[in-house]
């Protein structure tokens, strides 16, 4: 006969059945096989519509029973974890509040940043062109390149100053040396002429000496010419001719002399 047998789990109570059918014996045994199509077939039909009511009411049986035992899991699961979603709970709050502040400060920080931008449009464009050129490749290469020729040159330039830096020590050093020995040479020519005026000095008081005696000379000779002139005429033309050799050399002497005194007091000696 046609039945359904229900097995429950061992394990649980509520879970859900296993559907068996069991396959009709023979319907209308004492019909005989002399029946018409219609006889024939009704009892498959009823069977049918039997077998499909069962199936549905176990189906909701089934689904019934399996509602129940996720709602047992649940009820288990929300009962067991309400601490750690209580605990979550309060991250989340925490995190929301940490999240709303950060982001107050951001919205300021954009505004300011906004108002800063829209009072200084010059600056602004200037970095907006600058950042552009940073961020593309070509002009940043660019500016790469020539900013690596511009230390090279400075490099270059600043190599080359530090020599000539060097050069100018030297010179400076040698001029130092050249100047100290020309200070020593000074020295020494301002001694020899300190040496040299006393010299001129003391040739001066011994030519102003030979002057006066030329003079004592000269004066004494027009004496002997005077004496020489009582003497007889033959003896005094002797005489009178030497004498007055002698005054004029004296007087020539004496005019020599004198101009070498007058040199020397040119050079600023006091003769």
Not at 49 to 71: M, R
Request: aromatic share 4%.
């Amino acid at each position: 006969m046609g039945m359904i047998s229900t097995e429950e789990d061992s394990g649980n109570e509520n879970k859900p059945e296993i559907i068996g059918i069991v396959e009709p014996s023979t319907l209308n045994q004492g019909g005989g096989g002399g029946g018409s199509v219609e006889d024939m077939s009704s009892p498959w039909i009823d069977y049918a519509i039997q077998q499909a009511k069962f199936i549905q009411k176990t189906l909701e049986e089934n689904i019934d029973s399996t509602i129940q035992y996720s709602g047992s899991r649940l009820c288990e699961i929300r009962s067991t974890s309400s601490a750690h979603l209580h605990q979550t709970l309060d991250s989340l709050k925490e995190m929301k509040s940490l999240y709303g502040d950060y982001e107050d400060v951001l919205f300021g920080k954009l505004k300011e940043g906004i108002v800063v931008a829209a009072s200084h449009q010059t600056v602004t464009a200037g970095a907006a062109v600058g950042l552009g050129l940073l961020l593309l490749k070509r002009p940043r290469r660019f500016l790469i390149n020539h900013a690596s020729r511009l230390f090279m040159s400075e490099e270059a330039l600043l190599s080359r100053a530090e020599g000539k830096v060097k050069e100018l020590r030297q010179a400076v050093d040698l001029v130092k040396a050249e100047s100290e020995k020309l200070e020593q040479k000074a020295l020494q020519a301002e001694e020899e002429m300190r040496r040299g005026r006393t010299k001129l000095r003391q040739a001066g008081d011994q030519i102003q000496g030979v002057i006066r005696s030329a003079y004592k000379i000269e004066k004494q000779a027009r004496g002997l010419k005077d004496i020489v002139g009582e003497l007889p005429s033959r003896e005094a033309s002797r005489f009178r001719s030497q004498v007055s050799n002698l005054a004029s050399e004296a007087k020539r002497e004496r005019n020599s002399l004198t101009k070498e005194v007058s040199r020397i007091s040119n050079y600023g000696i006091s003769v």
